[in-house]
């Protein structure tokens, strides 16, 4: 890894110095250097450029943007894509995003949670104690509905500073920095968007596409190898209700194509989880057994990834087999076999493919295991969860204790999504002939944004030691 | 071959004692170092290693470096040296490790703790100049954690940077991103 730094840092400079030679900082900054004796450095500003770069691509998301107004020198290194890799390598910004997602009303903004202040917050000291954390960031979801030609159609102008839609968008996952939004009743994927830059294509809708029986399974990946970005979807066509159909629609060309059978009936998508090129299901068939399928984007094909051994026989709650939080934790494949009464059991799969290196590396002691969704494993070994789709969770595997935070809003319900936040601009990102990048950020965005309610995060009371069941929330705090 | 052997034995002596090497940095100050610390400093163990030298006491004039820095320099690298140590002993021992890192963590915070935002950038330009590369690492993330959410007027008066943009070139970019620009420490 301090290879590769080194290798971009050195690759970044001589690039720099042949395009448009801009460090040592003197040079730039305007200021008069103090004595040069040879090869010395006397002020900060005769520092090699590498430094600086070294020091902004440690700096959290936040404040690499905000550096682009120091001086324009560091505008232009902040931009070059070569940074933004070098940054996102190094700092690994995982982000989480919450969004309001009750029955029938879903919300448009996403609330970022700045997890690592959370963490270095410490907890309330006694059960009284009340601890309020203000979610200031939010972005609206890039949607044809924001898009300054068609608000001014809308009739309705309520719905357009508001951030809950009538037709809502569901999120099917996130790629590389990308979200596949996919249009509520039929889940049919429907736009390719970057939430931090606004930016969004819409995918075609070729012939005959709301010609389908039943909800569709859609999924979105890359392939590294080609270097490009897939929609797949499994459904049932009108045509044939028997026999479940995929289709694969390229994001840059101009159409959907079919591959043919589905050879799994997937009713409805369960844990869409991409990893390496790869979407991955979880069956939900409950009368049926339980199995991971998975679509390769590469070669365009399907599979059945293996459970671990004794996955879910011990299973005394039997129909929570299928709830089986598929994720992802520390690069690999995870899921939760939440078939337990007192604790539920998170497996890790260290090698992809190779079903013997499936690893049970924590077994917690919860009576609502299958409630528990991990989403991440922090720097600092704790465990980020959502529980019940209303709370976040750390857990701190050594001390064996929870911090649960209260997710505050007009409902109470969310969804929870580790997102990487990317820069790059959809033209850069995705190649392709048929691209037409639309952009919902312009000034009234932020407009639109006032109208969005904020979030909090409430942590009542210290940390609960596993042996607890946690505290059922009542309703004598409802805001 | 004969050379060798007159060789591997000075070192051999030199082993047992703690060999140590004579600093003296611009501002007049000298320091006796441990060779182990000194051989941190790569701009040194280059000199040494392309002479092809036997290690022995002489004194090394630091044109670029205050006795201040130098000072401080000398304590990072002698207790680095010390928990690199430690760690190899913890090593398979996950509480052992991890005992040994809370440590030195703790020992960093307070390090940092006492330094000023000037002092800072003088270890830098000290430690880039002596080519130290653990310690050069600990003070970038140092430098990165006193301007992460701070204002971009802080930042500015930290590097000595002066503002080359227009304020509506300023705004555009607030705009773009308004919500970076939020939440910022108070300087």
């Not at chain 1, 012939?207 to 039943?214: E, L």
């Given at each position: 890894m301090t290879f590769f730094f080194q290798y971009l840092t050195i690759n970044l400079l001589s690039r720099k110095r042949r395009r448009r030679s801009i460090p040592p900082i003197s040079q730039v900054t305007k200021k008069s250097s103090s004595s040069a004796a040879a090869g010395a450095c006397t002020t900060i500003l005769d520092l090699p450029g590498h430094i600086l770069i070294d020091i902004l691509s440690r700096l959290p998301l936040g404040s690499v943007l905000s550096s682009r107004c120091v001086c324009t020198a560091w505008s232009t290194l902040v931009s070059d894509p070569l940074f933004t890799s070098l940054h996102i390598a190094r700092v690994q910004p995982l982000e989480l995003l919450l969004r309001a997602n009750g029955l029938g009303c879903v919300s448009t903004a996403l609330h970022l949670v700045d997890v690592d202040c959370i963490v270095k917050t410490a907890p309330p000291l006694d059960l009284n104690e009340r601890q309020e954390t203000r979610l200031n960031t939010k972005m609206l979801l890039p949607i044809p509905e924001y898009s300054i030609e068609s608000r001014g159609v809308d009739q309705n102008d309520s719905s357009s500073s508001n951030s809950f839609l009538d037709r809502d968008y569901g999120i099917v996952n996130s790629c590389n920095g990308l979200l596949c939004l996919s249009k509520s009743i039929y889940n049919n994927p429907h736009i390719i968007c970057n939430p931090f830059t606004g930016e969004y294509v819409s995918i075609p809708n070729s012939?005959?596409?709301?010609?389908?029986?039943?909800p569709v399974v859609p999924g979105f990946g890359y392939c590294p190898r080609s270097n490009k970005y897939k929609v797949v979807r499994l459904g049932f066509r009108l045509e044939n209700m028997f026999q479940s159909m995929a289709e694969v629609y390229t994001v840059g060309t101009a159409s959907w194509r079919s591959i043919g059978y589905?050879?799994?009936?997937?009713g409805v998508s369960l844990f869409a989880t991409y990893l390496n090129g790869v979407i991955h299901w979880v069956s939900d068939d409950e009368k049926g057994p339980v199995f991971i399928v998975a679509f390769d984007f590469e070669v365009e094909q399907f599979s059945v990834v293996p459970l671990p051994p004794h996955f879910g026989e011990t299973h005394k709650v039997r129909e929570n087999l299928h709830h089986m939080n598929m994720g992802v934790l520390g690069g690999c494949l995870s899921a939760c076999d939440v078939t337990f009464v007192d604790h539920f059991d998170i497996w890790v799969m260290k090698e992809y493919g190779d079903p013997t290196s499936w690893t049970k590396e924590y077994v917690i002691q919860t009576h609502s295991g299958h409630l528990h969704r991990p989403l991440k494993v922090l720097e600092n070994e704790d465990i980020l969860m959502i529980w019940d789709k209303r709370e976040l969770v750390l857990y701190n595997p050594v001390e064996r204790c929870f911090r649960y935070l209260r997710i505050h809003g007009v409902l109470s319900v969310f969804e929870a999504l580790i997102h990487v936040p990317s820069f790059l601009p959809l033209m850069d990102a995705v190649v392709g002939d048929n691209l037409n990048v639309e952009n919902i950020k312009t000034s009234s965005e932020n407009e639109l944004l006032e109208g969005a309610e904020t979030l909090f995060l409430v942590e009542q009371g210290k940390p609960r030691a596993e042996s607890q069941s946690p505290l059922l929330w009542g309703t004598n705090d409802e805001r | 071959m004969a050379d060798d052997g007159v060789n591997t034995k000075v070192e051999a002596v030199s082993k047992a004692t703690t060999e140590t090497i004579e600093l003296r940095t611009e501002d007049g100050g000298v320091f006796d170092v441990d060779k182990p610390v000194a051989m941190e400093f790569l701009i040194l163990k280059s000199f040494y290693e392309d002479e092809g030298r036997?290690?022995?006491?002489t004194s090394i004039r630091l044109p670029n470096v205050k006795q201040l820095e130098l000072s401080k320099v000398i304590e990072y690298c002698t207790r680095a040296l010390e928990f690199g140590a430690k760690s190899a002993a913890a090593a398979g021992d996950k509480d052992a490790e991890r005992m040994v890192r809370q440590e030195r963590e703790g020992f960093e915070a307070e390090f940092v703790d006492e330094l000023s935002n000037e002092m800072l950038k003088e270890l830098i330009l000290a430690v880039n100049f002596l080519d130290i590369k653990e310690m050069l690492d600990f003070l970038i993330r140092s430098v990165a954690n006193r301007i992460r959410n701070r204002s971009v007027a802080y930042v500015r008066q930290f590097f000595d940077i002066e503002n080359d943009f227009t304020p509506q070139e300023e705004d555009q970019i607030h705009q773009e991103n308004a919500w970076a620009f939020e939440g910022v420490d108070a300087d």
């Open positions: 012939q005959g596409d709301d010609r389908f029986w039943g589905a050879p799994f009936d997937l | 036997v290690f022995d006491k």
